[in-house]
């Protein structure tokens, strides 16, 4: 097992596999009342190997979206019913699409009728005709910082395992996912002592056994697993699918594995152990109760001595 540097690299390339598993192609909903406008946006979108789909009704705008889930929005200005600046000001006041890029394609040349249209929740304003090749282009580039933006928001950069309040959100979703009888095993972890690793060899050698117990627990967990970075030395990770007994022989394993691994510092190499609580369903069924009996379990394995799993 690697050590040092190569940690990082070694987990990097994970990381990269993960998300290549789960890059999905670019999606765009086109709100416009014009078939012949649609036919030509779409054109340059598939071009482009970007996904779409159009609605011709504004007012179809938040229903569709929700199942659609858009990576931005193609936004006319004059449709039946309502303009676009009206349904991007009420797309706006929803939380979860703050964020999303809406892009003006609109015949409308008068600069104070577009800038009203930004000032009011677009992002950017394209006259018609747009050059196909532009239109792709400001399409991709806009998704590309909106799915670095959301990305950022919910992973860790030191791990890049999902954040602090991702993973709860990840728990809640598995548990929704179990169906009733279903299985989802709990487990907090927590490095044991680490306070007296930083102080002795400092906070980058700190970091190092971080990022290779994410490095581990990452490549040992099924990718239907989470692990998630929930706070300094503490990583929150969900198994779905599983018994509590396997679920912490496998634990137990990973621990033991870990605490053979030689973590380099300046003068050689050191060794760590991390303690861990486990909660499973059906004993607690909400996120929040099952992430507190972990916790309890936890500072049971750290009471009892440390370097151990308590279930
Ligand atoms: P215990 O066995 O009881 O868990 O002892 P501990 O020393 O591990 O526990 P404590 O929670 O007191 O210390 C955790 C330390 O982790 C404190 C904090 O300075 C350090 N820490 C938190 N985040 C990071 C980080 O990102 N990098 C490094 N190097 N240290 C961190
Ligand atoms: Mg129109
Ligand atoms: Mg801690
Ligand atoms: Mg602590
Ligand atoms: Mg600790």
Known sequence: ????????DVLSRILDLVDMHEQEMYRVLIVEDSATAVAHIRRS???????????????LLLEVASEYRPDAILMDMYMPF?????VTS??????????????????????????EALRLGGDQFLTKPVNPIILASVVK????????????????SLTGLFN??????????????????????????????????????GHPVG????????????????NTDLVGRYGGEEFLIALPDIDPEHAVRLIDQIRLDFGQLPHAHAQGTLRV??????????????????IEAADDALLDAKRSGRNRIVL
């Open 141 to 156: 580039t806009k998704i590309e910082r909106y799915r670095e933006m959301l990305y950022s928001g919910q992973h860790d």
């Open 1 to 8: 097992v690697p050590v040092g540097n190569k940690v990082s």
């Open 90 to 115: 009420a797309l706006r006041q929803i939380p979860e699409y703050q964020s999303l890029p809406v892009i003006y394609l609109s015949s409308e040349n008068d600069i104070v009728q577009q800038v």
């Open 82 to 86: 309502c303009t676009g600046v009206e």
């Open 45 to 59: 979108l598939t071009q482009h190997g970007i996904d779409s789909k159009a609605i011709n009704d504004p007012r």
């Open 273 to 290: 152990t991390f303690s861990c609580g486990v909660a499973a369903l059906p004993d607690y069924l909400t996120t929040s109760t099952l």
């Open 164 to 201: 602090h309040s991702t993973s709860k959100l990840q728990v809640e979703r598995m548990l929704n996912a179990a169906q009733a009888g279903g299985q989802l095993v709990v487990a907090m972890i927590d490095i044991d002592r680490f306070k007296v690793i930083n102080d002795t060899y």
């Open 207 to 222: 970091d190092q056994v971080i990022r290779s117990l994410a490095w581990l627990l990452r490549g040992r967990l099924r």
